[in-house]
């Protein structure tokens, strides 16, 4: 508050308070709720405070200004705008109205200062509001402006900006009746001072100025401790490493310990807390959202800090606590959220906030290096319902790469609740449900979905998310909040269900038909199946079973398969692991020895078919995209290919221009053929022998995630999957597989 001795204008009456969070009244305990529920009309249960009386005429929008030893001052605003004071006595619990005006210092005692124009006067309420002492502060400097920057006991601290363009710092006291002010700095040009922290006459002082030595857009923040019964100079330090600080700044004082928020040595944030004679600083590290935390206050060896709730705060947050003794100590939550504190004369903190006790006023005390006590003062009444403050879900979700997560985050206005969240792929209704777990800093609950829907690998497509969230406390009803986001997978050659992750199908001597859906990316190392299901039965008919991709313009893989009578039928892939009836392709397929496909041999970007027959000629089958006739006529791709007794399409396993191929002679040796990108192929590579133990050699896609198809070989020998590495003269690189463990002989064919 600044006084002028020209103004000529009558301030109203105003009581004057150093708090070390500056508040705002009304705008603590309820954020903005994204999808609340209204509050129930009911009475939460109490504790009673330190005084043994839990008073329930709190206002709701009721802020703590300062705390003496018989009672408490409060703030709130009315309709207009105007503060309204408040003096609540902890004996009784009575309510005595001390003015109107502008909150801003606190005493700790029971002592008030009230504001009348130039004139400021001590009142003593532990006397009736009787009067202690008037100053006249016009007539004390009346050359210059002033403002007053703290109390300590009757002690009064102005700022006072001279006509020689200096700001000076004063300390005003009364004995006798007459005044006694000493000055205590002197600064010159955008000087700024402020009381931020006192215990018994000991204060702390911060300020900033622009000194006329340093660069003009530079500016010099610093922090000074004293006594009001010095009467001298202020020992001013910390101008190396004190933070840039504004009326919101805050600070701790006690007998033992002074702390207040300051720049870290890594130009983080961080607290500083001093030990008083012995040398020592804790720094307590600020992350987050709690980079813009205040120091509350410090009981006993606890530090308690956090983002309180004010009206131009983002995210208010919990009020937390930690100590100051114990290295390896760890914060705690002590309030779901706080918006004011003042300083009690025993050590204590009053703190306006919201608990598991209630809303309303809390007491915080202790000694030592113990965790403080909380217990409720005085209560509201009021019922504070869980809402949500923000939800944080990206629109889309990728989960082509090892070990990706879908991070999802929603802040509450209360920590004390449990968070259900369920996601629903809107295709096939499939859920997932999750009780989430104890609540990050800033009352946020995390979850890290790993793609994983039904015991599989997670369906593409759109999802809808639900979070719903209940307090622990029984007060108040749930809240929930949505929304959506999709799921996109690379499409792979050999997938049924579309969910990215290779389908491998195998036919037992009964002739039905199974379907093992491995997981999208390795788990282990491996590559793991998730889930088997029976397609079906009365595939005994065919002699060859073949997965070719997507060669009709589905976007999931097809089957072919081949009768006894050289019929060659289709079933188109529907996306959701089943097959559809089949459709006949047509006759006269029986001349042919092997088939193979699934791999784009002439990049056209649909997959092809290969098939050799009798005379060991190699044949090309374009693909059309057309169900009802997938393939166009064929082109002969080239003799010779009779030696062979297994040929795989792989797709480009080792970076030519398109799909390779790769062979298996009669001595068990396997070749690899680099495709042209037209539908030839190049001379044969010798990848290695060893191979004659696999009865079946099968192209089955990206197995292990890494971008590259890879080969599974089956048999008796056991099965393995054949990972791609991108070269032409060792192309795969084996890797152990509990697919089809202790199976090699139960399938007759796997495709």
């Keep these: 508050m600044k006084h002028t001795r020209t103004s000529g204008r009558r301030l109203a009456a105003a009581v004057l308070t150093l708090s070390t969070v500056t508040a705002v009244a009304g705008t603590l305990v309820t954020v903005p709720a994204v999808a609340a529920v209204a509050a129930v009309a009911a009475v939460p249960a109490v504790v009673a405070g330190a005084t043994g009386v839990t008073a329930t005429n709190l206002p709701v929008d009721a802020e703590v200004v300062s705390a003496g030893d018989t009672g408490y001052l409060t703030s709130r605003t009315d309709a207009a705008g105007t503060a309204i004071l408040e003096w609540h006595t902890y004996a009784d619990g009575s309510v005595t109205p001390v003015g109107t005006g502008i909150v801003g210092y606190d005493t700790h005692s029971d002592l008030l200062v009230t504001g009348d124009g130039g004139i400021l006067s001590v009142r003593d309420m532990k006397n009736g509001g009787a009067w202690r002492a008037s100053f006249n502060i016009g007539a004390e400097f009346p050359s210059g402006s002033t403002e007053l920057v703290g109390v300590v006991g009757e002690n009064l601290f102005v700022s006072v900006s001279t006509t020689g363009d200096y700001h000076e710092l004063w300390q005003l006291s009364k004995a006798n009746g007459v005044t006694r002010k000493y000055k205590l700095s002197s600064r010159p040009k955008n000087i700024a001072y402020k009381v931020v922290a006192s215990a018994g006459n000991d204060f702390v002082v911060l300020g900033s100025v622009r000194e006329p030595y340093v660069p003009t857009d530079r500016i010099v923040y610093w922090y000074a401790r004293s006594n009001v019964g010095s009467g001298s100079v202020l020992d001013w330090g910390g101008s190396s490493g004190t933070p840039e600080w504004d009326q919101s700044s805050t600070g701790a004082l006690t007998s033992s310990w002074e702390a207040w928020v300051r720049t870290a040595q890594d130009g983080g944030r961080e607290i500083g807390a001093h030990r008083l004679g012995a040398g020592t600083t804790t720094r307590v590290p600020l992350t987050g959202a709690l980079t813009r935390a205040v ?23 919990p009020l937390y606590a930690r100590s100051l003794t114990d290295a390896a100590a760890q914060p705690y939550k002590v309030l779901d959220n706080f918006s004011s504190v003042a300083h009690a004369p025993d050590g204590s903190l009053l703190v306006r906030g919201f608990g598991p006790d209630g809303d309303g006023l809390f007491r915080i005390s202790g000694s030592g290096g113990a965790r403080p006590a909380v217990t409720l003062e005085a209560t509201t009444g009021r019922v504070m319902a869980v809402g949500f403050a923000d939800a944080r879900v990206a629109t889309h979700a990728d989960f082509e790469k090892a070990g990706t997560t879908l991070p999802m985050e929603w802040t509450l206005s209360r920590g004390n609740a449990t968070v259900d969240v369920t996601l629903t792929h809107v295709t096939t209704g499939k859920k997932l449900t999750e009780r989430l777990g104890t609540p990050l800093p800033g009352n946020r609950f995390a979850f890290a979905w790993d793609g994983i829907l039904d015991g599989i690998s997670a369906p593409n497509g759109s999802y809808t998310w639900k979070a719903t969230a209940t307090p622990t406390d029984g007060v108040g009803g749930p809240a929930s909040i ?13 997938d049924l269900n579309d969910n990215g992750s290779t389908d491998v199908i195998a036919r ?38 073949e997965a070719v991709g997507d060669i009709a313009g589905t976007s999931h893989g097809d089957l072919i398969a081949l009768d006894g009578s050289g019929t060659l ?62 393939f166009a006529a064929r082109v002969r791709v080239g ?27 009669t001595a068990g040796v396997l070749w690899l053929h680099l495709g042209y990108g037209n539908g030839t192929f190049a001379p044969r590579i010798r990848i290695g022998g060893g191979w004659g133990g696999f009865s079946q050699l099968v192209g089955a896609g990206d197995v292990t995630g890494d971008g590259r198809p890879d080969l599974i070989g089956y048999g008796s020998a056991g099965t393995y999957v054949y990972r791609s590495t991108g070269s032409t003269t060792a192309p795969y690189s084996r890797q152990s597989t509990s697919l089809y463990a202790g199976e090699g002989t139960k399938f007759n064919s796997v495709a």
């Design 295 to 317: 120091v509350a206050g410090i009981v006993g060896d606890t530090v308690l800090y956090g983002v309180p709730g004010t009206a131009t705060a983002e995210t208010p947050g």
């Design 639 to 665: 003799g010779g290919w009779g030696v062979y007794n297994q040929i795989t399409a792989t797709g480009n396993i080792a970076g030519a221009a398109a799909g390779d191929l790769v062979a298996r002679d």
């Design 508 to 545: 037992d001597a009964s002739g039905a038909l199974w379907r093992d859906d491995l997981f999208d990316q390795p788990v282990g190392g491996q590559a793991k199946p998730a889930r088997r299901t029976k397609i079906g039965t009365g595939w005994g008919t065919y002699r060859q079973i």
């Design 569 to 630: 039928y289709h079933y188109l892939g529907k996306g959701d692991g089943t097959l559809p009836a089949r459709v006949r392709i047509g006759g006269g397929w029986g001349g042919y020895k092997q088939l193979t496909g699934g791999s784009d041999l002439n990049n056209d970007g649909r997959s092809d078919l290969l098939a050799t027959d009798a005379a060991g000629v190699l044949w090309l089958y374009k693909g059309t995209g057309s169900a009802t006739a997938p």
């Design 482 to 494: 949505s929304g959506s986001f999709q799921v996109v997978r690379r499409a792979d050659a050999h």
